[in-house]
């Protein structure tokens, strides 16, 4: 089996407490883009994972697909305001390892937005997206874009971001960058995510904040589990960004 439809199934699996996910697919000029959404009825913001790996994991297949990753544990965190929790998914993939060009094609991009648009829409709550590892590729891609994609959202969190992860664009927004200290993953090196973290804060009028992961365990392969993942602290990782969100809702 090879390693991203692994962690894909890895990913989906997880189990959480949470409600049976709404399935949604977004239409999107001849096709459409899947989500998997989850309400809460108290929720203040609405959070986007935009997923790592090859961004592909069949969500629309999945009978009974629950939260995964850090999104398990975000609304049981201490801090009592609710999220309602969404991924985005795709119906081919996006790339993996060495060609990431999918993620940052203007399609790609316009999919992003109509997902964004779909939520803010039908649940009248600011929107915050959250990219992991390949994801953040996507993030940065959606605000390098044009300066009026920040305008959709209210706050952005990059994770555990791919090496090649780059802003260009003057930016107003509250974001997060959120890596592991000690991420074995090659693909993901510490030292770029503190490079992305110098380029964002010189280029955004708002709040830039940093936070290291510590601690945890590595198990499986390091580019799709482990450390890299937050493997061992995620109820923390979950708290760092929830509590960023709480922060900096208006």
Not at 200 to 219: H, P, R, Y
Request: aromatic content about 8%.
């Amino acid at each position: 089996m090879k390693p991203y439809r692994l962690f894909a199934i890895i990913l989906i699996s997880i189990a959480c407490n949470l409600s049976k996910a709404e399935i949604v697919l977004i239409p999107f000029e001849k096709d459409d883009v899947p989500t998997a959404y989850w309400a809460n009825a108290e929720a203040k913001a609405t959070l986007i994972f935009l997923p790592g790996g090859d961004g592909s994991f069949g969500l629309a297949n999945k009978p009974n697909a629950q939260p995964s990753w850090i999104l398990k544990f975000i609304n049981q965190t201490e801090e009592k305001k609710l999220l309602d929790l969404v991924i985005m998914d795709s119906r081919t993939s996006l790339g993996y390892r060495s060609d990431l060009t999918p993620r940052t094609t203007s399609q790609h991009i316009e999919r992003v937005k109509a997902v964004i648009d779909y939520y803010k829409k039908k649940t009248q709550l600011p929107v915050y997206l959250i990219g992991h590892s390949n994801g953040a590729v996507s993030l940065a891609s959606f605000l390098n874009k044009s300066p009026e994609n920040q305008k959709l959202i209210d706050g952005a969190i990059f994770s555990g971001s791919r090496n090649e992860t780059k802003l260009n664009a003057n930016l107003n927004l509250p974001l997060l960058v959120l890596h592991h200290k000690d991420d074995p993953n090659g693909w993901t090196n510490p030292k770029n995510a503190e490079r992305l973290f110098q380029e964002i804060k010189g280029k955004n009028a708002l709040s830039t904040d940093q936070v290291w992961m510590e601690g945890g365990f590595d198990e499986g392969d390091v580019h799709t589990s482990g450390r890299h993942m937050y493997a061992g602290i995620l109820d923390k990782a979950a708290a760092v960004v929830k509590e960023f969100i709480v922060r900096n809702l208006k």
